[in-house]
């Protein structure tokens, strides 16, 4: 590990915390006096993601924070607020336990996780990714949250 400023190695740690799939340290290099912040994840047994088309590739922590951060634009969601969602998907492919999720896994999981969380980044993400491609679909859905009460409901 090195200094992101002066590229020392000589750091020292300030402060550790542990999540549930991660560790985060405050550290502080002593050459040039500057602190940041590391995150040090677990690497569990690589999980396949299964395409609609068949492909497996590796899952990525990064398309889905892409994907949810997209969705999340100009909304009043914290970045943390979004990390944790990303670690509450990743958190629930491994309960699973398989070593291969079908994509609308991944999805359905995010999906759920945002509706929970904003019903306007929600249907940004459901649009994309339910090929919702008229104006009438989007309608359809929005519908039906609001007979759920759902779009309705203030944010925490």
Do not use: W
């Not at 992101?4 to 750091?11: G, K, Q, T």
């Not at 929970?116 to 929005?142: C, K, W």
């Amino acid at each position: 590990m090195r200094c992101p400023s002066c590229h020392s190695d000589d750091l020292r740690v300030l402060e550790t915390r542990e999540g549930d799939n991660a560790i985060r340290r405050r550290r502080r290099c002593e050459a040039c006096g500057r602190r940041f912040s590391t995150t040090e994840r677990i690497d569990a047994t690589t999980l396949l993601v299964v395409k609609r088309d068949g492909r497996r590739e590796e899952y990525d922590r990064a398309k889905v924070l892409r994907g949810v951060r997209i969705a999340c634009e100009k909304r009043p969601i914290p970045a943390e607020t979004i990390e944790r969602l990303a670690d509450e998907v990743e958190r629930d492919l491994a309960r699973d336990g398989a070593a291969e999720a079908p994509s609308t896994r991944v999805g359905d999981l995010v999906i759920e996780k945002l509706l929970a969380l904003d019903p306007i980044a929600y249907i940004r993400f459901a649009s994309v990714y339910r090929d919702m491609a008229t104006l009438e679909a989007i309608r359809r859905e929005l519908d039906a949250l609001l007979e759920q009460g759902l779009a309705a409901r203030p944010r925490d």
